[in-house]
Structure formats: structure tokens, C-alpha cells
T-cell receptor, first 114, second 110 residues
Framework: ETGVTQTPRHLVMGMTNKKSLKCEQH?????MYWYKQSAKKPLELMFV???????ENNSVPSRFSPECPNSSHLFLHLHTLQPEDSALYLC?????????????FGPGTRLTVL | GNSVTQMEGPVTLSEEAFLTINCTYT??????LFWYVQYPGEGLQLLLK?????DKGSNKGFEATYRKETTSFHLEKGSVQVSDSAVYFC?????????FGRGTQLTVWP
């Protein structure tokens, strides 16, 4: 397994459900990110974890709850979502070393909230 | 501020045509610059990057040159293929944060 993987690739959930998105990076990086990509809107950075510590939360509603148990894994726990939360959720990782900090992305989870 | 502006699409070309997608940025200091590509149904893939002025990033026939004097990083390809149809994102990085443009949809017809 190489790069950044995400599961599931597709998820349909009702507004009262609880689900989790999973991201795993196999690149030895020390930072991980969650982005939201909605139709006709710019990519939105949601959360940043550096060395397993959350360093950024861009005013994301509390119905989205991230978890980073170690440097290779990142979760996004979802509960009581709204239809407007339907989007492609992208995970990325990078090595924060003062260099180019290139981010590598997973394939995304396509989420539909009914 | 920290922003990236890229030309709005969609861009529609015939196979073997020349491609240019314009990108300009605002930033303090010397950011790294990137082009990412998103094929249908997939995540973003790094296409190329440049880390300092006058650097040229290149990959799969695509090129972009870091122009500090014009704060630009335009993407070019001399002869596009149908398989290049995708959305292209310009981005800049400062202190580990990526700032993306809105993306440009490219469709190449045979």
C-alpha cells in the first residue's frame, strides 16, 4: 500500500446517523489534513494535525469531530449532519520540515447526507 | 493576503492543441507553488511544483515557471491529449498551509 488511502470511498447517511471517515498515510509524514470539496466552491481546509496534535480548526461545526491517534491515521467522526454537508472529503499528509511542505492527497470519500 | 487566482473555465480544446492555464498569486515572502490535477471521481494529484523564483516544474509534458516579477505560475502543455481532461488547481504554500485557486476544468476532444 502506498501514498494516502481513504475509506470508505462512498458513504450515504441519514441526518441522525453516526459514521466515521478513515485516512491512512504510508509516507512517514508528520502532518495530516482534512479538506472539504463542495461543488462550485473552493477547497476548504477543515483541520490540521501536526505530530498528532490539532493545530488548526477552521470554524468547522462541532458535528465534525477529528481524531488523530498516531501519525499515520486520521479519522473524521460525523454525527447529526445536514444535507449541505454532502461533499467530497479529502485527506492529505505532508512532512513539515521547513521545506516545500508538499501535500499528498488521498482519493477522497464522497459523502451524501439524506 | 494569501490568495491564488486562476483563469475560470471551462477550457475546451481539441487533441494536440496548446494549453495555457493562467495562475497568479499574492503572498509575502517566497512561497512554494504547485499545480494539482483532479481526474473525475478521484482526489488531487500533485502534477508539478517549484520552490523558488525562475524554477521550472515539469511533469507529463506539463510545465510551469515560477515568475516572481509577475507573481505568476502559468501551466502550459504543447500538445494536450484526451486523457488530460480533468480539473487543474494552482496552489501556493506558506508555513505548511496550502492556498488553492478555484480550479479550471479542462476538456479535450478527440
Amino acid at each position: 500500500e502506498t501514498g494516502v488511502t481513504q475509506t470508505p470511498r462512498h458513504l450515504v447517511m441519514g441526518m441522525t446517523n453516526k459514521k466515521s471517515l478513515k485516512c491512512e498515510q504510508h509516507l512517514g509524514h508528520n502532518a495530516m489534513y482534512w479538506y472539504k470539496q463542495s461543488a462550485k466552491k473552493p477547497l476548504e481546509l477543515m483541520f490540521v494535525y501536526s505530530l498528532e496534535e490539532r493545530v488548526e480548526n477552521n470554524s468547522v461545526p462541532s458535528r465534525f469531530s477529528p481524531e488523530c491517534p498516531n501519525s499515520s491515521h486520521l479519522f473524521l467522526h460525523l454525527h447529526t449532519l445536514q444535507p449541505e454537508d454532502s461533499a467530497l472529503y479529502l485527506c492529505a499528509s505532508s512532512q513539515l520540515s521547513g521545506g516545500t511542505d508538499t501535500q499528498y492527497f488521498g482519493p477522497g470519500t464522497r459523502l451524501t447526507v439524506l | 493576503g494569501n490568495s491564488v487566482t486562476q483563469m475560470e473555465g471551462p477550457v475546451t480544446l481539441s487533441e494536440e492543441a496548446f494549453l495555457t492555464i493562467n495562475c497568479t498569486y499574492t503572498a509575502t515572502g517566497y512561497p512554494s507553488l504547485f499545480w494539482y490535477v483532479q481526474y473525475p471521481g478521484e482526489g488531487l494529484q500533485l502534477l508539478l511544483k517549484a520552490t523558488k523564483a525562475d524554477d521550472k516544474g515539469s511533469n507529463k509534458g506539463f510545465e510551469a515557471t515560477y515568475r516572481k516579477e509577475t507573481t505568476s505560475f502559468h501551466l502550459e502543455k504543447g500538445s494536450v491529449q484526451v486523457s488530460d481532461s480533468a480539473v487543474y488547481f494552482c496552489a501556493r504554500s506558506t508555513l505548511g498551509r496550502l492556498y488553492f485557486g478555484r480550479g479550471t476544468q479542462l476538456t479535450v476532444w478527440p
